[in-house]
Each structure stands twice: as C-alpha cells, then as structure tokens.
C-alpha cells in the first residue's frame, strides 16, 4: 500500500504507548539498542505506564516489513531514529542507513516535528534534507549512562511539546 493512503487510515489521536524506533540492525549497534535505546525509552512512564520501545525485526511474523514499519509511524507516540554513519565510501564519505532515512522521511511527512527524535553518535556531515533538523549527539557505546538520560530527556519533552500543541488545539476547536 502507497504510504500517504495507509497513513490516512490512522487519527492523529490516540496513539499506543510505544515509540518506534528506526535504526540500523547491524551487529556493531545491537548493544546500543538493547543496552541504552529500549531502556531509556521504557524508563519514561506518562500516565504511569512504561513507554515501549519498537523495532520492526522484533516480530518474527509478518505480511509485510512495509506494513508494520508504516503502522509503527503511525500509531506510535514518538518516531525515535538513530542516524549514525554506518561506514565509510572510498575517500572517506560517510554513509548513513537508507532504509532508516526513509523511515525518518515518512515520520517527517506524517508526524509532527515535536514526534520526530533524531539522533546520531558521529560528527559526519548530515545529508543536506536532515542538515536543517534537530540532529542529538550521543555516545551511546563510551557514555551508555549519559546517552539513556539523554533519550530519556528528550522523550520526555516531546511528550510534553505534543500534549501542549494538542491542548491548544483543543482549546480552539
């Protein structure tokens, strides 16, 4: 299904407790999404239930890995996505994950900025369509302690942001 029709199947409000994460399922980051990513998203409790964190390769059925990347977009209360380089081109050109740029490309294009969380563990060069957006630093392999306050932080004040912008538009309706 073309993503801007399955995205219409879906309210702006309610959404599941859950952020869905999208990030790079190579080895070298296993560590950083078990060890700092899921746990400080499960450490933020809105209402007093956990956050869950969701990746699209923890379920091992499936009709599609599109379905469930396009329904994690959108019924999640927050997109969180690590960009970090993922190797390097001969002469030294980063390389970021595609498949984690579409992924932030659609979250962009359904999601509100404030539902949107980017962050990456490398000084490169962004691309020029993510260069404008707010990009987190974190190091999340030398500082996992650091980095899971960080998310957490930061999760939390997207809650917040997007509970503000809700109520103010409640207040106009």
């Known amino acids: 299904m073309y993503p801007a029709n399955y995205f219409g ?7 599941k ?7 790079s399922f ?6 950083r999404w078990t060890d700092v990513i899921g746990p400080a998203i499960a ?17 091992r059925i499936s009709d599609s890995i599109l379905t469930e990347i396009l329904s994690g977009i959108g019924t999640a209360r927050l997109v969180l996505a690590d960009v970090t380089t993922i190797g390097y081109m001969d002469g030294g050109r980063a390389i970021r994950n595609a498949n984690v740029l579409y992924e932030v490309g659609l979250a962009h294009a ?17 691309l020029f369509d993510v260069a404008n957006v707010r990009v ?14 960080l998310i957490s932080d930061c999760v939390e004040a997207a809650l917040r942001e997007v509970d503000l912008r809700r109520n103010l538009s409640d207040q106009r309706s």
């Open 43 to 59: 450490n933020v409790k809105p209402n007093g239930n956990a956050l869950a964190a969701i990746r699209v390769d923890s379920r």
């Open 136 to 149: 987190n630093t974190y190091a999340p392999d030398q500082a996992p302690d650091e980095a899971r306050k």
């Open 110 to 126: 359904q999601r509100l900025p404030e539902e949107v969380l980017l962050f990456r563990s490398d000084n490169d060069n962004l």
């Open 26 to 31: 190579d080895e070298q980051f296993e560590k």
């Open 9 to 15: 199947l879906f309210p702006p409000f309610p959404r």
């Open 17 to 23: 407790d859950t952020v869905f994460v999208a990030m």
